[in-house]
Nanobody, 124 residues
Framework: QVQLVESGGGLVQAGGSLRLSCADSGRTFSSYGMGWFRQAPGKEREFVAAISWSGGSTYYADSVRGRFTISRDNAKNTVYLQMNSLKPEDTAVYYC?????????????????WGQGTQVTVSS
């Protein structure tokens, strides 16, 4: 079973940076495509970024492209989201997700497993 735990959230000023991490306790992490989602208060969950099992393919929402970078280290069972040039509208709880097929994340914006979320707050 895949168990995901996010970390790295916090409070930053606009224009600052944060790096989120999502660690899995399983032994088959490399078999999964991974993604990041976020949810602001009163809003639906929003797709942010995704990465294939090999790390060779990435996908980003238009709102974060050029500012956020998703990466993974399969040896550490960890996926990262480097967030630069943060804006107040990036404020949300960020969740990582795992899926056996990347299309589930990229195309359907869903996942088979989810973390508990980490709060990101960007002040103006």
């Amino acid at each position: 079973q895949v168990q995901l735990v996010e970390s790295g959230g916090g409070l930053v000023q606009a224009g600052g940076s944060l790096r989120l991490s999502c660690a899995d306790s399983g032994r088959t992490f490399s078999s999964y495509g991974m993604g990041w989602f976020r949810q602001a208060p009163g809003k639906e969950r929003e797709f942010v970024a995704a990465i294939s099992w090999s790390g060779g393919s990435t996908y980003y929402a238009d709102s974060v492209r050029g500012r956020f970078t998703i990466s993974r280290d399969n040896a550490k069972n960890t996926v990262y989201l480097q967030m630069n040039s943060l804006k107040p509208e990036d404020t949300a709880v960020y969740y990582c997700a795992a899926a056996r097929r990347l299309t589930a994340i990229v195309k359907d914006h869903g996942g088979d497993y989810w973390g508990q979320g980490t709060q990101v707050t960007v002040s103006s």
